[in-house]
Structure formats: structure tokens, C-alpha cells
């Protein structure tokens, strides 16, 4: 069964694609899927580009070109939730598209004929990924992150949370906006650009599919981080460690 790993990022990208073996790539749409072995997977690996339909039209052809049978995103988000800090995961539950509004015709949010708001992850993977971010944070990521990298980004006891996530084609930075964000979507623990569009499109292929995120900011007036910096100094490292965790099977025996 082939894997689909897809990046928000494309230093995320870049360092798992250097983790494969075997790999031959395929150009198609200005995107490059990497085809090949990771820790003894067959995967497919590739940088999804920004918003919700670069998200959607690759994870199209991934399915349908590709014949890929599940899908992994991963990136970083905006936190929402209180209790999140940067440097928090967060494995998404339920994805909802906070920008969605074909209201009065159907409520806020509720995808037109699907007749809901939200799209449920793969319960099992979901529970995978909680288990291998756990280990990541709780042993892998001091041996990733040097102390200093860590003392800057206030790394210091970083937590993995099982949470609903929503996504729209715009960057959360003000309080107002989070705000609104917390009153119209009140479960949702953080926010990005790709995630449920995602899951929109498993969800019509009935591919099962997972997120990952990776805190970067607060998503308001306090946001202001080196948000490259963080990227490929922090949230790469991240991505790479979690799923190392999650599917070699000689790291976890180790």
C-alpha cells in the first residue's frame, strides 16, 4: 500500500525526500512527486504549495494519478487553543474550513451536499500519530533540537494534542480575528491553510487520511516569530522526527 506524504512546507518536503530511497520523481501540475521507500514504505512524497486548492488539486492526482491509499499532511499552524504554546503538535481530529459560507442557502461552514461542517481523520493513524509524537517530544527532539535552538523558540516541555482544526485561505495574525475564529468554531484547537480541503478530497475518494501540525505562532498581535527560521530550523526537524517515529520500525526498536 502506497503512502501519500504530503508538505505544507517544502523545506519539510526537502528533508524527508532525503530520507527515501529508490526515488523517481514525476512532474505534473507544478508539483514534483517523489515516488520511492521511506524506512520500508512505498510512498509518495510532495510539497502541496500554499491554500486550499493547491492542498486539494494535489492530493486529486495523487489519488487518482497516483493511485496513493492513504494521505499524511503535514506543516505548521496557528495556535488557537489556550493551551498551546509554539512548538505544541497537534494531530488533527475533526477539519473544518472556517472561510466556508454559502449561507442563507445552508448554515456557516456546512460543505455544500455533504451536509456537515466537519470531516473526521483516520481514527487509527490518528491514534498512531499521537502515540509517535509523544515519543518524539518526550525523548527524539532533545537529541534533534540543540538546547540553544530550543531556548530561543522556548522549546521547553513541548505536548502533543489530539485536536479539531480549520483551515481557510488566509494567514490568522490578530486577536480580532481569532476571536471570531473561537466564537463560530469554538472546538478548534488551531488554524492553517490546507488541512480540510484535504480531507474534502479523501473524503470523495473514501481515502483515509491524517494532519499533523507543528505550533509556530499564536495566530495574533503576539504572533511575530522568525517564521522561516522556525521552518527549517524547527518545524522540519519536527515533521521528520514524528513520522520516523511512526514508521521505522528499527528506530522504535531501538
Known amino acids: 500500500m502506497t503512502i501519500a506524504i504530503m508538505s505544507a512546507m517544502a523545506e519539510e518536503n526537502a528533508a524527508l525526500v532525503q530520507q ?49 491509499k492513504e494521505i499524511i499532511f503535514t506543516g505548521v499552524a496557528g495556535g488557537i487553543h489556550a493551551d498551546l504554546n509554539v512548538g505544541d503538535i497537534v494531530i488533527g481530529k475533526q477539519l473544518y474550513q472556517h472561510d466556508m459560507d454559502a449561507s442563507p442557502i445552508i448554515p456557516r461552514h456546512e460543505i455544500p451536499l455533504l451536509g456537515r461542517a466537519q470531516i473526521e481523520s483516520y481514527p487509527e493513524r490518528r491514534s498512531q500519530l499521537q502515540q509517535a509524537a509523544e515519543e518524539f517530544v518526550a525523548g527524539d527532539l532533545s537529541k534533534t533540537l540543540s538546547p540553544a535552538l530550543r531556548e530561543e523558540f522556548s522549546l521547553t516541555a513541548p505536548k502533543v494534542m489530539v485536536g479539531n482544526i480549520a483551515s481557510g485561505d488566509q494567514f490568522i ?46 495566530a495574533d498581535d503576539d504572533a511575530a516569530i522568525d517564521f522561516p527560521r522556525f521552518i527549517n530550523e524547527v518545524a522540519k526537524l519536527y515533521s521528520l522526527g514524528v513520522l520516523r517515529c511512526l514508521l521505522d520500525e528499527g528506530n522504535r526498536s531501538a
Open 173 to 218: 495574525s490578530s486577536d480580532a480575528e481569532v476571536e471570531d475564529l473561537r466564537k463560530r468554531l469554538p472546538s478548534v484547537a488551531c488554524v492553517e491553510m490546507e488541512g480540510a480541503a484535504v480531507a474534502q478530497v479523501c473524503e470523495a475518494f473514501h481515502v483515509p487520511f491524517s494532519v499533523i501540525r507543528t505550533i509556530s505562532d499564536s
Open 20 to 68: 527515501m530511497t529508490g526515488v523517481f520523481t514525476t512532474k505534473v501540475g507544478g508539483r514534483t512527486y517523489h515516488q520511492g521507500e521511506l524506512w520500508g514504505h512505498s510512498v509518495v512524497m510532495v510539497f502541496s504549495h500554499w491554500g486550499k486548492v493547491a492542498a486539494a488539486s494535489t492530493a486529486t492526482y495523487l489519488i487518482a494519478g497516483l493511485g496513493v
